[in-house]
């Protein structure tokens, strides 16, 4: 069984980074592709960036290009998000996910993703 399990998370002023990360077990990962979500209160959980393990193409949600960049450790089977410049629109919990089906595309909806982390939270003040 897959399992997601992400950290990093925490309380940062504005325009600070942060480095979330997400441990990926129980499967063999080599044709998935992986995401990043975030959910912040009363809202829907919103994209925000995904890349296939075994390509180089990358997709980022628009309020969060050019500050966030999604990458990966092939030895340690763990995908990151790099946060920079951090704003308090940031603030929500956010959620490492993945796709069986990575080598067929690259889902940027919620229901594209088959297996899903418990979430690490992201407060940004100002």
């Known amino acids: 069984q897959v399992q997601l399990v992400e950290s990093g998370g925490g309380l940062v002023q504005a325009g600070a980074s942060l480095n979330l990360s997400c441990a990926a077990s129980?499967?063999?990962?080599?044709?998935?592709?992986f995401a990043w979500f975030r959910q912040a209160p009363g809202q829907e959980r919103e994209f925000v960036a995904a890349?296939?393990?075994?390509?180089?193409?990358?997709y980022y949600g628009d309020s969060v290009k050019g500050r966030f960049f999604i990458t990966r450790d092939n030895f340690k089977n763990t995908v990151y998000l790099q946060m920079n410049n951090l704003k308090p629109e940031d603030t929500a919990v956010y959620y490492c996910a993945a796709d069986i089906l990575g080598s067929v595309r690259i889902g940027l909806l919620r229901s594209d993703y088959d297996y899903w982390g418990q979430g690490t939270q992201v407060t940004v003040s100002s």
């Open positions: 129980g499967g063999t990962f080599s044709s998935y592709a």
């Open positions: 890349f296939t393990w075994s390509g180089g193409n990358r």
